[in-house]
Nanobody, 125 residues
């Protein structure tokens, strides 16, 4: 499984950095996606990164504020979140795309697995 951590309470305009790493033995994957789920809402795509070449993808609402990156040596993916807004409040999860063989990474959470416990991000106004 992939475990997400680094969440917390922050004021609007603040920053947090989330981390995502395998909890057990590492496994081969096409990429890693960050998703978030607010109370009463469906899990939504936030950002993704291809493992091989670090191609990045973002949902429009976080472009220019969030940055996804990966450290291959540490087998860890990061999500740097700047200029946080109250609407960013959610539980953030990372998932693995293990089976895609080419093309863009998917925005569909059903393509990902190995979800672990998420990490709660709360942004106060």
């Amino acid at each position: 499984q992939l475990q997400a951590f680094g969440g917390g309470l922050v004021q609007a305009g603040g920053s947090l950095r989330l981390s995502c790493a395998p909890s057990g033995r590492p496994f081969a994957l096409y990429g890693v996606g960050w998703f978030r789920q607010a109370p009463g809402k469906e899990r939504e795509f936030v950002a993704a990164i291809k493992w091989r070449d670090a191609t990045k993808y973002y949902v429009d609402s976080v472009k220019g504020r969030f940055t996804i990156s990966r450290d291959a040596a540490k087998e860890t993916v990061y999500l740097q979140m700047n200029n946080l807004k109250p609407e960013d409040t959610a539980v953030y999860y990372c998932g693995a795309d293990r089976f895609t063989r080419g093309g863009r990474m998917s925005l569909n959470p059903g393509v990902y697995d190995s979800w672990g416990q998420g990490t709660l991000v709360t942004v106060s106004s």
